[in-house]
């Protein structure tokens, strides 16, 4: 029995939020014990490499990275290691810092401290040249900002170097995905979050073994191994590929607006289950920081999609399109009780014409599950 498309949709995104605020509460309790983010980092990219192996030996269609109708050939070894060596370096940076700032910072912080993620791969895609110049985005990047500045003067226990070390992996993060869509671009190759892992994880796994060895040898004492147990980081490891699998299905059935309202959901439970498990003081200061930033996130994420509708006005185009929204959705609601009225209960089974996918974007949908995919949950 097939599921209908609604329900599907929810039960996708319901695993994408608990698996990956899930997942970024794991690796700070897992932290606070094991303070070693380098070669948990690397575990988690190890495992991946194998679990995407069998998947690949059962699916293997799902990895495709040519394109028959561009004329491009699936990447080969080679390739991959001129395309994706660059990005994994950057991938290693992102990742690894990203678990080393909540050693020094609480969790709710660093969650808080993400929604800069936009500024940093808006400000590096301009350098790289991805991206245009756009007053309308720059104030609403302007407005994540300064949120972020409120949030910041809010922080009860603010460390400095826990501070940087988080912007250092928003800033590579950025310059990860900017780089990525250059590459991708120029080579004609595609890629899934699925390929994106059998193509990246290897290399990332390789190279922070490699950091390990030479940075952090009492990572590899099996006493401190032995303390929080094998089947504790097996089952973290393994949530970090499941989520990688949930955001390839994710993106198959869900539109980009969907994605960015359960992004926020997703968002909020994190930083409450930080209060939860890690007892984190969240102060009103920063309560109202957090709002703000949220709110120009949610606005960036509207006005990016067509900067020039926003020239006259953020807030006004903004306030128009919501009227303009509730407008159609009450009239389309009035048409389909008019529908009923005049149709047999019969005929009513299984409709799924009130799903709206008007406001699907699968690029931005993608691009946007590709980079969490990357990232690994961490926080």
Known sequence: MELDVPVTVALVLTAWIALSAGLTIFNAVLLGTFR????????HQAVSV??????????PSLFDTGDERQGVPPL????????????????????????????YLSLAFCQMIKALTPASVYATGYLCGTQQWSVPVVKCLSVITF?????????????????????????????RI??????????????????????FAPMVAAMLFI?????????FNAEAIGEVGIPIFGANAFMAFLLNVVIYLAIQCASGLVFSLAGVLKDFLIVAGSCIFQGSPITTTQLIGYSIAVAGLQAYGVVSRSPSDFENGVVSELFRRVIEAIGNQTFRRAEVSQKEAATPMSTMTGSTEFIDHSLRDDDEAGVKLFDEAQAGGHP
């Open 36 to 43: 070693h983010p380098i070669l948990l980092t690397c575990w």
């Open 50 to 59: 194998v679990l995407i192996i069998a998947v690949r030996a059962v699916r």
């Open 76 to 103: 080969t070894f080679g390739a991959a290691l001129k395309l994706g060596l660059p990005v994994a370096v950057l991938q290693c940076v992102s990742l690894v810092c990203g678990n080393t700032a909540i050693m």
């Open 147 to 175: 949120g972020m500045m409120v949030t910041s003067l809010g922080e009860m226990n603010f460390h400095l170097l826990g501070f940087v070390v988080q912007v250092t992996a928003l800033i590579a993060e950025g310059l």
């Open 178 to 199: 900017n780089i990525l869509e250059l590459r991708l671009k120029g080579k004609g190759y595609k890629l899934n979050a699925l390929s994106s892992v059998a193509v």
């Open 211 to 219: 950091s390990a060895l030479l940075f952090d040898r009492s990572a």
